[in-house]
């Protein structure tokens, strides 16, 4: 397993609590060419502009093995949120698919009511695995 995160607070957090060496790097400067047969991004990628989250996707299908699986959750909507000085992209089924064009094929996309982020509060989050395919 390789873990990052592009927040060096993170790494030193994650590091501390997991016992493994996390790297501070952010997916645009990762370079693991078809090392990966997955990519779990938890709580990450909403941090991502629009205009951005593509290029990351394209560098998820560099790192991942041929049919290598990505999974990722966003909050749920079309808008974007600002909370302590942080933007969040939400995404919907319709948002998120034209994303994964040329790039993967959608295993499963679902919602889910959660509290994952706040224990006082509910919230309704788009959750995706797609497969990553030489062929598309």
Same mark, same amino acid.
């Given at each position: 397993m390789t873990a990052f995160n592009? @927040? =060096? +607070?993170?790494?030193?957090?994650?590091t501390k609590k997991t016992g493994i060496d996390v790297l501070h790097s952010t997916f645009q400067d $990762? /370079?693991?060419? +078809? =090392?990966? /047969?997955?990519?779990?991004a938890q709580a990450t990628l909403f941090h991502r502009s629009y205009?951005? %989250?593509?290029?990351?996707?394209k560098k998820i299908y560099t790192v991942?093995? =041929?049919e290598g699986?990505?999974?990722a959750f966003y909050g749920y909507g079309s808008d974007?949120?600002? %909370?302590?000085?942080? /933007?969040?992209?939400?995404?919907?089924? /319709? %948002?998120?698919?034209?994303?994964f064009?040329?790039?993967?094929?959608?295993?499963? $996309?679902? %919602?889910?009511? =959660?509290?994952?982020f706040s224990p006082s509060k509910e919230a309704l989050w788009?959750?995706?695995?797609?497969?990553? @395919?030489?062929t598309i």
């Open positions: 592009g @927040s =060096s +607070e993170m790494v030193k957090l994650a $990762i /370079d693991f060419k +078809e =090392s990966f /047969d997955g990519v779990w205009n951005e %989250t593509i290029n990351v996707y991942l093995k =041929s699986i990505f999974y974007i949120m600002q %909370t302590d000085g942080r /933007d969040f992209y939400n995404m919907n089924k /319709d %948002t998120i698919k034209p994303y064009n040329g790039l993967f094929k959608v295993v499963k $996309i679902w %919602t889910e009511k =959660s509290k994952r788009l959750n995706f695995i797609v497969k990553q @395919s030489k």
